[in-house]
Nanobody, 117 residues
Framework: QVQLVESGGGLAQPGGSLRLSCTGS??????MAWYRQAPGKQREFVAI???????RYADSVKGRFTISREGAQNKMSLQMNNLKTEDTAIYFC?????????????WGQGPQVPVSE
């Protein structure tokens, strides 16, 4: 059974920093990514990292957020610096695996990241 377990959410102030982590188990993953969903809005892409460590970011977080994969490659982190109130959202870990030629999508539960004075 594939599981994605996130940690590191919590209240932050504008200009502050937080680090989110996601640890996967039960499969090897190709890409791992972060998405977020702000109150009253649709879920949106934040950042993605390939199995060989190539990152890509949404324009809204480029230069402020850094995605990385560590160790056995099933652990991913998102370093969030210079946080803004508009970064307030639930952040979801996402991972993709491959089985018998099919691409499978996996989601974590999502830690909340409220950014407020």
């Amino acid at each position: 059974q594939v599981q994605l377990v996130e940690s590191g959410g919590g209240l932050a102030q504008p200009g502050g920093s937080l680090r989110l982590s996601c640890t996967g188990s039960g499969s090897a993953f190709t890409t791992m990514a972060w998405y977020r969903q702000a109150p009253g809005k649709q879920r949106e892409f934040v950042a993605i990292i390939s199995s060989i460590g190539i990152p890509r970011y949404a324009d809204s977080v480029k230069g402020r957020f850094t995605i990385s994969r560590e160790g056995a490659q099933n652990k991913m982190s998102l370093q969030m610096n210079n946080l803004k109130t508009e970064d307030t959202a639930i952040y979801f870990c996402h991972a993709e695996s491959s089985r018998l030629g099919q691409r499978l999508q996996h989601w974590g539960q999502g830690p909340q990241v409220p950014v407020s004075e």
